[in-house]
């Protein structure tokens, strides 16, 4: 069944949802999305003049206005229109859209509009069977979706259509909508005695979430539960919003944007120190269904990455939080991820243990370098080979240190790790400052001594090997 039959849409009339009524008629009725569909844009010209010849996909949250712009299309163009949804619909419904499509056209020389609502939802091999005929132009691919298509359709299908993203509705723009239905007598509810108390307008308008037809749905289920007061009046107060859209549905996908752009979101708060910021990410995850072990594990990363030495116990709070959660679990189990969450957003900051990948490149471009002989495990041949001979024992030395050759051969007084100078890191700073300059003091002697004995003299204590 073509969902873009006009004469059934009428037919249907007052059987179709307030949500489904309310579909703009026209492109002068579109609210919203004014950055591709006001007079003069590129998309509105080619809808206008019937000019739509590369495919399409529409990217957006629910309710945008994804598919009401695609019936606009299907108004003004003379090309045929088929409709299919990607949950219901296959490749053999695909096949006779198809021929159909190549019959229409071999003998009465018309275009076939395909579109496709949730595209996302057909695997690669569905996408595949599609694209020959994207390609060669016998259908012009419209698709809908609400994940992001350079991840979920084919790169194909992709570099063949001009990409349109939707943005949520905003409030100003959400109380036109629902201005408009209330005042509209032939779709809306312009011919009933309405009264919507303006905290019950607001309510509803908050908690539909940039989605008209979440508002729609909720003003519809209040209008037609309520028994009218006194006279003919429908009275919306504020307790028939509340239990008419009790709360907002978050959006939220483990697979999808939400999921990767919402952890994002809250990663980059806490690395920024910005406590509230983390807890409304936080708070979003866990009411979206969120594995709080993926949050959690994403804050031990953080720990070691973004605070590092700056306060150590930064790893020792996430990791205790991530142990309590699996002792606790939901609902109280939120108590240590906030309490995590919040430590580590106000912590001093330092990514010096990034140290270890500037470790890992000198590796890859020269190759491992040898260990030292006095180094190496004098335990198992340290008698016939002299392995360990000449290692120098820290803690036989004032301070538990003495300078000596750690690196291999060649790579003396490389420098990998730059403290940050923040919180605990300061401290580490200062000694590390003093025990490098000792290092390079020892290095410049032993280099400035042909017999390479220079310095071991001078440093009081006992060797001992290992």
Not at 198 to 209: E, K, N, Y
Not at 214 to 220: I, K, P, T, V
Not at 417 to 428: K, R
């Amino acid at each position: 069944m073509d969902l873009f039959d006009h004469d059934l849409q009428q037919r249907l009339g007052s059987e179709l949802p307030l949500a489904a009524r309310m579909r703009p008629a026209s492109l002068d009725e579109v609210i919203g999305q004014e950055h591709i569909i006001a007079p003069g844009k590129l998309l509105r010209r080619a809808i206008e003049a019937d000019r739509l010849f590369s495919s399409i996909i529409f990217f957006g949250p629910p309710g945008s206005g994804k598919t009401t712009i695609a019936r606009l299309i299907a108004v003004h163009s003379q090309a045929h229109f088929e409709s299919l949804s990607a949950v219901l619909a296959g490749v053999v419904e695909l096949r006779r859209v198809i021929a159909e499509a190549d019959e229409r056209r071999k003998y009465y020389h018309k275009r076939t509009i395909l579109f496709v609502d949730e595209v996302h939802r057909w695997n690669k091999a569905q996408q595949d069977a599609l694209l020959p005929h994207v390609e060669n132009g016998m259908v012009t691919l419209i698709g809908a979706t609400t994940q992001n298509p350079y991840f979920e359709v084919i790169p194909a299908l992709v570099s063949r259509s001009r990409i349109f993203q939707l943005e949520p509705l905003g409030e100003q723009q959400l109380a036109t909508i629902l201005e408009r239905t209330l005042t509209d007598k032939e779709r809306g509810y312009g011919n009933r005695e309405i009264i919507l108390d303006d905290d019950a307008r607001a309510h509803l308008i908050r908690l539909s979430g940039g989605d008209a037809r979440n508002l729609l749905n909720a003003l519809e289920l209040a209008v037609e539960t309520t028994p009218p007061a006194s006279g003919q009046a429908v009275h919306i107060t504020l307790t028939v919003a509340e239990d008419s859209i009790q709360q907002r549905a978050v959006l939220y996908g483990r697979d999808g944007d939400e999921h990767y752009d919402t952890i994002s979101a809250f990663i980059k708060s806490v690395r920024g120190s910005d406590p509230d910021a983390a807890l409304y990410w936080l708070a979003k995850m866990l009411l979206a269904g969120e594995d709080p072990r993926f949050i959690l594990r994403r804050l031990i990363i953080l720990a070691g990455e973004d605070i590092g030495l700056a306060d150590p116990r930064g790893l020792m709070v996430a990791t205790a939080a991530a142990t309590a959660f699996d002792y606790i679990g939901l609902p109280e189990g939120i108590y240590p991820i906030a309490e995590a969450t919040l430590y580590l957003a106000t912590a001093p900051k330092s990514n010096s243990a990034g140290a270890i990948f500037a470790a890992q490149d000198k590796i890859r471009q020269e190759g491992a370098g040898a260990v030292p002989v006095h180094l190496m495990d004098a335990n198992r041949d340290g008698r016939a080979l002299g392995h360990g001979k000449g290692y120098l024992y820290p803690h036989s030395f004032e301070g538990h240190y003495t300078p000596q050759q750690y690196l291999p051969s060649g790579l003396e007084g490389v420098v990998f790790y730059q403290p940050s100078g923040v919180g605990y890191e300061a401290e580490v700073a200062e000694r590390l400052a003093r025990w490098r300059q000792m290092m390079a003091d020892f290095i410049r002697s032993r280099d400035s001594d042909p017999t390479g004995e220079a310095g071991e003299a001078d440093h009081p204590g006992a060797p001992r090997g290992e």
